[in-house]
């Protein structure tokens, strides 16, 4: 099976004070235990990297160590989904169409970036927002762990 993850699960997954981290972190280890192929937008690991180094933990996470869990956390494990410059614009004249704005197109490039790697399921813990901008052919397929 073919899984897309978002920031959120990304982020859930590495840190151990999350809300979210024990349901994230088992949905990798299972995805990883089944040998699902594993899927994330390049853009999505720089939102990652942002998201790590700017979160008030304690103690912070220094870009450095950023970066080593991107090399040893998530890239022996993802494959990386790139989207061509006509797919930005898609997206973004699709996002304007519909009246989207704000941080609704970084999801909605994270659904492109899925349908692109042709994915089964997405994991996020934004289902709602993401939800509302899919297809409906993926309504189900959209989850949280």
């Not at 979210?20 to 994330?40: G, M, P, Q």
């Not at 009246?99 to 996020?124: E, N, V």
Request: hydrophobic letters at 40%; a neutral charge; charged letters at 20%.
């Amino acid at each position: 099976m073919r899984l897309y993850f978002d920031t959120s699960l990304l982020v859930a997954s590495v840190l151990k004070d999350h809300v979210h981290h024990a349901a994230a972190s088992a949905a990798f280890e299972r995805a990883l235990d089944a040998k699902h192929r594993c899927y994330v937008a390049a853009q999505g690991l720089a939102e990652f990297y942002s998201v790590l180094t700017r979160l008030p933990a304690a103690p912070p996470v220094y870009p450095g160590e950023a970066w080593q869990i991107i090399e040893t956390g998530i890239l022996p494990h993802f494959t990386l989904v790139t989207l061509e410059p006509r797919e930005y614009c898609e997206v973004l004249s699709e996002s304007a169409s519909q009246g989207w704005s704000g941080g609704r197109i970084y999801d909605a490039l994270h659904l492109r970036a899925a349908q692109k790697a042709k994915c089964q399921r997405i994991y996020t813990f934004n289902l709602r927002h993401f939800r509302e901008l899919a297809p409906s052919r993926w309504g189900e397929n959209i989850v949280s762990p």
